[in-house]
């Protein structure tokens, strides 16, 4: 099911984390993550515009499907509705997206300073 998660414009924190699993229900396991690269993509829901492309560490020990992304300064600087997925790629150039149905969302949302 897909996630949403609430942002103020202009943090940096709480560092964006998900389990990458594979599955549902009973069947549902985390994806082994060694030896593969992960990146965070995330796009204005409104406008079709990529607003973080980027690299994202995969935490100890992969296996257990742990992810992270650090903010960068301008990341959440636009208020806005967010769709945010996570591309995996393994050897062989082979490419996996999670999740892989609909996308889980980051609102941001005005300071309020």
């Known amino acids: 099911m897909p996630a949403t998660t609430n942002y103020k414009k202009g943090d940096q924190l709480p560092e964006y984390t998900a389990q990458l699993i594979?599955?549902?229900?009973?069947?549902?396991?985390p994806i082994n993550l060694t030896g593969t690269t992960v990146k965070l993509h995330m796009?204005?829901?409104?406008?079709?515009?990529?607003?973080?492309?980027?690299?994202a560490t995969i935490d100890a020990p992969a296996t257990d499907g742990k992810v992270r992304y650090v903010w960068g300064a301008t990341d959440l600087d636009t208020p806005g509705n967010y769709d945010v997925e996570w591309e995996i790629t393994f050897s062989g150039d082979r490419k996996m997206t999670v999740p892989s149905k609909d996308f889980d969302m980051i609102v941001v949302r005005e300071d309020g300073d």
């Open 22 to 29: 594979q599955g549902q229900g009973l069947d549902a396991e």
């Open 43 to 55: 796009t204005n829901r409104s406008t079709g515009a990529v607003k973080v492309n980027s690299d």
